[in-house]
């Protein structure tokens, strides 16, 4: 009250005019209340919906009486606005809608909802339960309400046979978008998925910080939409991915042109064992090499990269090198001239490189003298180095320890 106006009241009449007509009962009230908020565009009668029926409340009775005029006499039936709820959900198709209406049933203590999708949630495949429209909703709802912060949204768990996994994955986009970390590794996301979580990744409300997508069929033109979600700025994720996804050189294009718009978030990045060549590796590099980018570790293994990469890699570390902290390259035929291309970047003092792979890369005494030497000029960052399986190496590695002393960081070799 202020001035002895209801302020309440005068500013909200809109509102309030559900509450005018005394001959209704409170359960009236309520359902004339859940219409109009099912019938805004906006969503702006939501949160007041919530807060009448949280007051219908025994507890809050008292309360009422001093906001409502003329409230002796108004009866109330709990269960018939539960039902009436319950009614309304089934014909809603709208989720959002629907989840209002579950927040409408909480505030009505009725915990129905959440014992029965309990039951599904228990069985790990909300695929072969045949859930409603209603019913999905039902599992956001508790998902979302009844869970601690969402920190990792997993598909597996609520998809274990594996059998329409993209139609589960769109059922539960909200979970996921309130997830930090998103697994959907081997989830066969088709293109619609990517779509869909492209617009996930770039929303302003989005906690993704993680992106697992490894091991699915995305190929060139999936991973140019998610790259549209990636090089908006509103987008957040830090780690991603992408092993295995069927990926070549005009993927890379799209990740390259994503660092370029948006190079302050990604850390992580993991493109291995996708045929990305040398064409993909120099078009990555151009994202690579802007000094704003920020990536840290960078996973390349198997991805068909020979010497000619290997350049544009070592181009990168020189327009960028105070960023990168570990490379892994196994896997890749660089040979000795590959890896004294390599070199020619490690061995800028300013380059940051503290981890490098190079299992399997077809490297011989040759190529550890080029390491070497690059060591010698920047002694004090590669702590790291993995050259096993490169069996033609003889006496290479005496001179990769020949620099240890006391000015330098503990390094490692495997060999």
């Known amino acids: 009250m202020n ?16 509450l005018k007509r005394t001959e209704d009962t409170l359960s009236d009230i309520h ?19 919530r807060f009448l029926l949280g007051l219908s409340q025994d507890s809050n009775q008292a309360l009422l009486q001093h906001l409502l005029t003329q409230t002796e006499g108004i009866s109330h039936n709990k269960e018939e606005t539960v039902q009436y709820i319950q009614k309304k959900i089934k014909e809603n198709s709208s989720a959002e809608k629907s989840i209002n209406l579950f927040h409408c049933l909480n505030e009505l203590d009725d ?3 959440v014992e029965q999708v309990q039951q599904y949630l228990e069985s790990g495949d909300l695929q072969s339960c045949k859930l409603s429209p209603s019913q999905w909703s039902a599992v956001v709802f508790v998902l979302l309400t009844t869970s601690q912060k969402m920190e990792v949204f997993d598909l597996h768990e609520y998809n274990k046979s594996g059998c329409g996994s993209g139609v589960v994955f769109q059922k539960l986009l909200p979970v996921a978008a309130a997830s930090r970390t998103a697994y959907l590794t081997g989830t066969n996301l088709n293109k619609k998925s990517c779509a869909t979580l492209a617009s996930i990744i770039c929303s302003e409300s989005s906690s993704v910080r993680e992106l697992h997508l490894s091991k699915n069929p995305l190929g060139d033109s999936g991973v140019k939409l998610i790259s549209a979600g990636l090089k908006n700025s509103l987008c957040k994720v830090e780690s991603l991915w992408m092993v295995d996804c069927n990926i ?51 996973w390349l293994r198997y991805c068909n990269i020979t010497d000619e990469g290997c350049a544009a890699l070592a181009s990168a570390l ?98």
């Open 31 to 49: 359902k004339s209340a859940v219409d109009q908020a099912l019938q805004s565009q906006n969503g702006h009668l939501d949160l007041f919906v």
């Open 318 to 415: 020189k327009s960028n090198p105070s960023h990168l902290k570990e490379l892994h390259l196994s896997g890749n035929k660089l040979g000795d001239s590959g890896v004294k291309l390599l070199s020619a970047g490690l061995g800028n003092p300013l380059c940051t490189v503290e981890i490098l792979w190079l299992k399997y890369c077809d490297i011989t005494d040759e190529g550890c003298a080029a390491l070497a030497a690059a060591r010698k000029s920047n002694p004090s960052h590669l702590k790291e180095l993995d050259l096993t399986g490169n069996a033609q190496i003889r006496t290479g590695y005496e001179l990769l320890f020949a620099f240890n002393h006391d000015n330098v960081p503990v390094f490692t070799s495997y060999y």
């Open 111 to 113: 915990n129905s909802v």
């Open 248 to 298: 070549s050189n005009e993927g890379c294009a799209a990740l390259a042109s994503a660092l370029k718009s948006n190079p302050s978030h990604l850390i992580v990045l993991d493109l291995s064992r996708n045929n990305l060549g040398n064409s993909g590796i120099k078009l990555l590099s151009v994202g690579l090499e802007n000094p704003l980018c920020i990536l840290k570790i960078l």
């Open 3 to 18: 001035r002895k106006k209801n302020v309440l009241k005068q500013k909200h009449s809109s509102k309030l005019r559900i």
